[in-house]
């Protein structure tokens, strides 16, 4: 434990006296922190005038708190840095919500600094007050609300360390007013370093149990590798590639985890699930041992959880304990960072020389050939409207797979998952777990900053990117040239799927009436808009978007509007049991 | 089953409210949940009582281990231990009934810690069975009030829960 020494409030001793406001500026930039997605009020005053007048400390000034997040929580992914946001109290803080459980899902490392009203007042439903702590609890890896100046730069230590190590997460620092006053001044020094008797996350695994790993996968003889957004995480896909090259077993990415395997590689079956490929989910349901990498078994990848993957025995590694038999028995648990077991697993390999039965998974790959010969992500091409999965497969051509694609949440997701190959990780931006909409701007434009001569696309549809469509004028003031593809079928296409397939055609509330111009939208904001109606322009336009380096443009897409995503599970059903087209079961 | 988890945590404002939220959010019962600083004064240890099949306790542990404040937990019901609770009950006691509320209390060996002229406050300690026992023992219609704080539990012999 530390022992916390308590410091005269106005002595001297320490290098330099700073106000709590200094401290946090200070403190922020002896972590190394680049940016910080806020939006100011009268809790935060005294840290904004802090900010003022220096350059080290970037402040993005978003239009709405929840972008706040999303674009910090798009920093992140893309970089796998630590988040940070700012916001005032109460309506900042609750604001900031949704894009604190959108990283809290995705186990998305972030540090969101919310004011609060002075300590005093607290309790007293002050102007702008509300319990950020504990509003925010369920949804935050951890929280604390500092209640001494003299705590300050420990507990935003804490809070750093604690979201990036381990299960990474959110963690909010709640700072009342009276903590940043600029009168009160007390010595800083930067805490190096942070111990925490209570928070010691496991990174090795267990040796006998990666031994026992090792033994289960070499008798295997119909291996499937099942990985997550756990991998990508822990910065271990050349480990994950390296295994599965070595194993010449098949593999399959959940939503989180796509990019981790290279998606143009024979051995890559594609995502499983609910939307999975055919081959993918059938591969699971017949594998004799499956190797989960960093994935946590949920719900819309799972299935039934009777018929999961009936013949196989499993092996899971994580770093989260919680995360091991949650949903699904596992055989042979792993507790440790995905990217150290892995290794430790390969050096045995290597050391052994072994390798898997040659003629039980050469009959094993003519299998899953069959499967995938039959082309389940197949659709009409020759179809005068234009096919979400079509512009997706050309905006894969026109940027030959170099790019930040971030993502909003419903079909398009889908499409996108399926149709763009991701050979790196860190690339498909998306929120898996929560399903935010409105996540797929804000996430780019924290992706654009952090990398400001990369290409950065956010696909979207008509109804997602309406919720955080005030960001263009955020993206505007930073000058953040990302492309825009949205999938315009004037529908929620997901809820009219739902709806066509399981409310027969009752489309309740799911067209979108009233829509916008959104060529005239982004023009208002100063962006360029394009609208694209015809397959044979799809290819042109977005060549022209690329070529528009320095501009933000919002290509609107005028989609097929009963274009369904398939393959489809439906909740509660097995692998085995996928819809391929038109509702005919494979 | 029912279970008894025995949980070292820091001793922070806001520390029982994870605990409790957790078991809301997660929708895990909880039968009886006790909290009291400890000799060192930075750490609280906590008792709860819950029941779930071994799959929902392991989880409940695993989700308490992951807590941010929790430093050290055990499943006291997985070896022997020792569970003690204490009771304070209030019962109308007038004419025959006196004698007979106060031989009640010596046999469960309780102590009557209040009384007026028409009232006995008996104080007793035990598992929680046996507080059960008492309370049936007494005649239904005497009891005024029962204030029970919940079960605190130790293991037996060399286990223990500390740093």
Redesign the interface.
Known sequence: ?IRRFRLPLTGSGGNVELSGGEILVQFLKDEGVEFVFGYPGGAVLHIYDALYGQDEIKHILVRHEQAATHAADGYARATGKTGVVLVTSGPGATNAVTGIATAYMDSIPMVVITGQVPLPVIGSDAFQEVDS??IT??CV??NF?VKDVRDLAETLKKAFY?ASTGRPGPVVVDIPKDITDPKVRIPYTYPKTVA????NPVVKGHPVQIKRAIDLLLGARRPMIYSGGGVVLSGAAEELTALTRRLGAPITNTLMGLGAYPGTDSQFLGMLGMHGTYEANMAMHECDVLLAVGARFDDRVTGKLEQFCPTAKIIHIDI???S???TV?VDVPIVGDVKTVLQDMLKILEKEDARLDEVALKKWWEQIEQWRATDCLAYDRDSELIKPQFVIEKLYEVTRGDLYLTSDVGQHQMFAAQFFKFDQPRRWINSGGLGTMGFGLPAAMGVQLAYPDQKVACVTGEASIQMCIQELSTAMQYHLPIKIVNLNNRYMGMVRQWQEFFYEKRYSMSYMDALPDFVKLAEAYGHVGMRIEKPADVEGALREAFELKDRLVFLDFITDQTENVYPMIEAGKGHHEMHLSNRELA | MRHIISIL??NE??AL??VA?LFS?RGYNIESLTVAPTEDP?LSRMTIVTTGSE?II??IT??L??L????KLIDLSEGEHIERELMMIKLKAVGPDRDEIKRLADIFRGRIIDVTASTYTVELTGPGDKLNAFIKAVDGGSIMEVVRTGVSGIARGERSLG?
């Open positions: 434990m702590v504990g609890r369920p890896k951890h609300l604690v925490m008797r209570s928070y989260d304990p919680a091991i038999s949650k028995k | 945590m820091e404002s806001g409210s994870r939220g959010a930075s799959e392991e989880q695993k989700q281990n992951k941010i404040d929790v430093v740093l």
